[in-house]
T-cell receptor, first 114, second 117 residues
Framework: GESVGLHLPTLSVQEGDNSIINCAYS??????FIWYKQESGKGPQFIID?????DKRQGQRVTVLLNKTVKHLSLQIAATQPGDSAVYFC?????????????FGTGTRLQVTL | GAVVSQHPSWVICKSGTSVKIECRSL??????MFWYRQFPKQSLMLMAT?????????EQGVEKDKFLINHASLTLSTLTVTSAHPEDSSFYIC?????????????FGPGTRLTVT
């Protein structure tokens, strides 16, 4: 079936450096993509989203890039801070404006070293 | 705004008993809520879609008679794990969403840690 996956299970980054977390998806019909941050023992926290008609979207210290040609999604975190340490999941949905279930990727653990 | 709560945050029960987990949207109404299960160091797996006033839609492989879902109001959905067994021990997370600016944003609850002994 369709799935969303990640290339790297663990990413170690020095404080102050930029982080890049990647995600590959296989459902070409996906219309909406979201990045979530999950800290230990907590629910996922929304970071940023992007629709399929866009290839880049920026937030505060975060940027999401979407390459539909190769079905690739990435999350860039600028000036990574210790508080950014968590597991990051990409998620995919077939629809943007309606209540649709999300398919989550396998997750990448980001470790920020001092 | 857009806060989703869960109760309890953790629960320990004996094998064979049933446990009810509540999911509430605190400051908005949600006709649809979702229930996920997450095992340690794994991703979130959708269990079912909870629809207010109608039956839940279960994902393939999820037993509807074991995981009972009731979405009685626009702010509350409950998941009851019946006849719990140790393999049901997991982190259960709900989400609720609302349409906003042409998008549908899902907000997740803090999760409920279930341990079956």
């Amino acid at each position: 079936g369709e799935s969303v996956g990640l290339h790297l299970p663990t990413l170690s980054v020095q404080e102050g450096d930029n982080s890049i977390i990647n995600c590959a998806y296989s459902n070409s019909a996906s219309d909406y993509f979201i990045w979530y941050k999950q800290e230990s023992g907590k629910g996922p926290q929304f970071i940023i989203d992007i629709r399929s008609n866009m290839d880049k979207r920026q937030g505060q210290r975060v940027t999401v890039l979407l390459n539909k040609t190769v079905k690739h999604l990435s999350l860039q975190i600028a000036a990574t801070q210790p508080g950014d340490s968590a597991v990051y999941f990409c998620a995919e949905s077939p629809n943007t404006g309606t209540a649709s279930k999300l398919t989550f990727g396998t997750g990448t653990r980001l470790q920020v070293t001092l | 705004g857009a806060v989703v709560s869960q109760h309890p945050s953790w629960v320990i029960c004996k094998s064979g008993t049933s446990v009810k987990i509540e999911c509430r949207s605190l400051d908005f109404q949600a006709t649809t809520m979702f229930w996920y299960r997450q095992f340690p160091k794994q991703s979130l797996m959708l269990m079912a879609t909870s629809n207010e006033g109608s039956k839940a839609t279960y994902e393939q492989g999820v037993e509807k008679d074991k995981f009972l879902i009731n979405h009685a109001s626009l702010t509350l959905s409950t998941l009851t794990v019946t006849s719990a067994h140790p393999e049901d021990s997991s982190f259960y997370i709900c989400s609720a969403g609302q349409a906003r600016g042409g998008s549908y944003e899902q907000y997740f609850g803090p999760g409920t840690r279930l341990t079956v002994t």
